[in-house]
T-cell receptor
Framework: KAGVTQTPRYLIKTRGQQVTLSCSPI?????VSWYQQTPGQGLQFLFE???????NKGNFPGRFSGRQFSNSRSEMNVSTLELGDSALYLC??????????????FGPGTRLTVL | AQSVTQLDSQVPVFEEAPVELRCNYS??????LFWYVQYPNQGLQLLLK??????LVKGINGFEAEFNKSQTSFHLRKPSVHISDTAEYFC????????????FGKGTLLTVNP
C-alpha cells in the first residue's frame, strides 16, 4: 500500500508570495493533519481535516489555510509569506474514526524556504 | 492544555549499549502517548503507542516504553542499540474529545557511535 505522498518536496519562495502544498493520504484514510516543523519551535499542529471539513485547528494566523477534497487529498495554502514560515511542512493521514487514538502516518514533508 | 517535555535534546551512546530517552507530559485529563522516530530527510514513523491497558508497551525495532501515571512519564528504552538507530525521537501526547491534535516534545537526537 502506498504511503503518504507530499508534493513538492522542496520549494523556494520570496516574502509576500503565496504557496500551496499538496498531500495525498494513504488509500482509505479520511483524516489529514498538517504540522509545521522548525528547529526553534519543533513540531506544531496546524489543522486537521476529516471528510472535507476542518475538524481541529492549531494556533496559527489566518494566513495558513487548508482544504480537503472528496478523495481525501488535502492542500495547504500560506499567503503573504514571511521569513519565519521557512520550515518543513509535514502531512499525516489516519483512518479518522477515533481521532485521539488513531495512528498517524506521516509523509516525507515539503521543505519550504522563504527568501 | 497538554504539554510534553523531552528532558534530553541529545543522547550519544556507543553501539550495543542500552539507552533510555526520557519523556514527561502534563495534562489535566487522560492522555494517549506516542513515540515517533524521524530519520534524516524523512517523515515521522510510529515506534509505539500507549492507549490503555498494560503500562509496558513494545514497539518496532526492539524499542519499548513504560507508562507511569504517577510520575507522568513515558520513557523509551532499548537494551542494545545499533548504528542504524541514529535518528531524532519525538514523544507526543493526544487527549480525547473533539479538540484532537498531537502535541509533540522538542525531540531527542540519538547518536549511536561505533
Amino acid at each position: 500500500k502506498a504511503g503518504v505522498t507530499q508534493t513538492p518536496r522542496y520549494l523556494i519562495k520570496t516574502r509576500g508570495q503565496q504557496v500551496t502544498l499538496s498531500c495525498s493520504p494513504i488509500s482509505g484514510h479520511r483524516s489529514v493533519s498538517w504540522y509545521q516543523q522548525t528547529p526553534g519551535q519543533g513540531l506544531q499542529f496546524l489543522f486537521e481535516y476529516f471528510s472535507e471539513t476542518q475538524r481541529n485547528k492549531g494556533n496559527f494566523p489566518g494566513r495558513f489555510s487548508g482544504r480537503q477534497f472528496s478523495n481525501s487529498r488535502s492542500e495547504m495554502n500560506v499567503s503573504t509569506l514571511e521569513l519565519g514560515d521557512s520550515a518543513l511542512y509535514l502531512c499525516a493521514s489516519s483512518f479518522g474514526g477515533l481521532a485521539a487514538t488513531d495512528t498517524q502516518y506521516f509523509g516525507p514533508g515539503t521543505r519550504l524556504t522563504v527568501l | 492544555a497538554q504539554s510534553v517535555t523531552q528532558l534530553d535534546s541529545q543522547v550519544p551512546v556507543f553501539e550495543e549499549a542500552p539507552v533510555e530517552l526520557r519523556c514527561n507530559y502534563s495534562s489535566s485529563v487522560s492522555v494517549y502517548l506516542f513515540w515517533y522516530v524521524q530519520y534524516p530527510n524523512q517523515g515521522l514513523q510510529l515506534l509505539l503507542k500507549y492507549l490503555s491497558g498494560s503500562t509496558l508497551v513494545k514497539g518496532i525495532n526492539g524499542f519499548e516504553a513504560e507508562f507511569n501515571k504517577s510520575q507522568t512519564s513515558f520513557h523509551l528504552r532499548k537494551p542494545s542499540v545499533h548504528i542504524s538507530d541514529t535518528a531524532e525521537y519525538f514523544c507526543a501526547v493526544s487527549v480525547g474529545g473533539s479538540n484532537y491534535k498531537l502535541t509533540f516534545g522538542k525531540g531527542t537526537l540519538l547518536t549511536v557511535n561505533p
